[in-house]
């Protein structure tokens, strides 16, 4: 088949691996490159010698292409989007997919009014250690009904390969990375939350203008509750990473973020470790996700991650935020209305 070709917007920390991802798949072809920072566009051009570079939106109105791949900051994509829509191109973007659940809602409604295909990337889904969580509900211990997730990181917001703009947003942590944990809960967990009771701080050492601190219980429909805890300011370099399923015959438990999967029966000693695939950080995970998004281009698959689905993940970002501030528990139900 003839490869989809992909304009990409936004030639950050972001899009050096989808650089590499998308130029190791057959099926797409990089043939368009924005930004409006000339190094940007250089180091890319470099990288993409067949591709045209604008540093504007105007190349999406006059370069054919297939689809758009938006590697910004969530905040002001709303040109982005109606340049997308307007030309007809189904969306690939960076999560989240807005800094606010409004803005999601106006974004997702303006790409199915236009019949725009929108697909958010939430790759830690298709983690080997993800697929096979839900094989050991399915097959070992049964479904969870209770559990623990702790993410501790000292993440240096001034490393010269990750973004800037997490230094100066509001809420870095929920809005940049419990946004993952989230989504994945809800995909492993296979239900929707009804209730958060969160609590978000700043440690006093934080190189972040905003909280990177984020405390929460968290309700599902089918009676699962969680326990969160997640920071960006653990005040030591080494990270610390537990997910804890207790299910009906065991538990769960991985160890860390990208692997360590374990389990164990009720009287079992020791838990039996899970064997995973060799895994390339933020390129394997990236591939599947691409893989999954080109097949529903060509009616192929369903399109999974879509802007519709994601909203139920960011509404639990903002009932975290507005959990804290009232210090009372959000009921999911009255942030739908």
């Excluded at 990409?8 to 930004?35: E, P």
């Excluded at 189904?90 to 725009?116: C, Q, T």
Aim: charged share 20%; glycine share 6%.
């Amino acid at each position: 088949m003839t490869p989809l070709r992909f304009i990409i917007v936004g030639l950050g920390a972001r899009a050096q691996y989808w650089i590499k991802v998308l130029q190791a798949n057959a099926d797409c072809r990089i043939v368009g490159l924005i930004d409006p920072l000339e190094a940007n566009r250089t180091r890319a051009a470099d990288q993409c010698p067949d591709a045209v570079t604008g540093a504007d939106l105007t190349l999406i109105d006059h370069l054919p292409a297939d689809a758009v791949l938006l590697c910004t900051p969530p905040a002001g994509r709303e040109a982005q989007i109606e340049a997308c829509c307007r030309a007809g191109l189904p969306i690939l973007a960076e999560k989240p997919l807005a800094d606010s659940v409004p803005r999601a809602r106006d974004y997702v409604a303006m790409a199915e009014s236009a019949g725009v295909p929108l697909m958010v990337v939430l790759n830690f889904r298709y983690l080997p250690v993800t697929r096979q969580t839900l094989r050991l509900f399915s097959d070992e211990v049964g479904q969870p009904a209770f559990s623990r997730f702790t993410y501790e990181r000292w993440r240096d917001g001034y490393l010269p390969h990750l973004n800037k703009y997490p230094l100066t947003m509001q809420h870095p942590m929920l809005w940049e990375q419990s946004i993952h944990h989230f989504d994945l809960m809800r995909f492993v967990y296979g239900a929707e939350p009804v209730s958060i009771y969160a609590r978000t701080f700043n440690p006093p050492w934080s190189m972040y203008a905003d909280d990177a601190n984020v405390s929460a219980i968290i309700t599902f429909a089918n009676g699962v509750v969680t326990e969160y805890q997640g920071t960006w300011q653990g005040n030591w370099s080494v990270p610390g990473f537990e997910w804890r399923h207790d299910c009906a015959e065991g538990v769960v438990i991985q160890k860390d973020q990208f692997g360590s999967l374990g389990f164990a029966r009720r009287a079992e000693d020791a838990l039996t470790e899970v064997p995973l695939p060799a895994y390339r950080q933020w390129i394997d995970d990236a591939s599947a996700l691409l893989i999954r998004f080109v097949a529903a281009l060509r009616g192929e698959g369903p399109l999974e991650c879509s802007g519709r689905d994601h909203l139920h993940s960011l509404q639990m970002v903002e009932a975290c935020i507005q959990s804290s501030r009232t210090g009372q528990a959000i009921q999911i139900a009255d942030l739908m209305t």
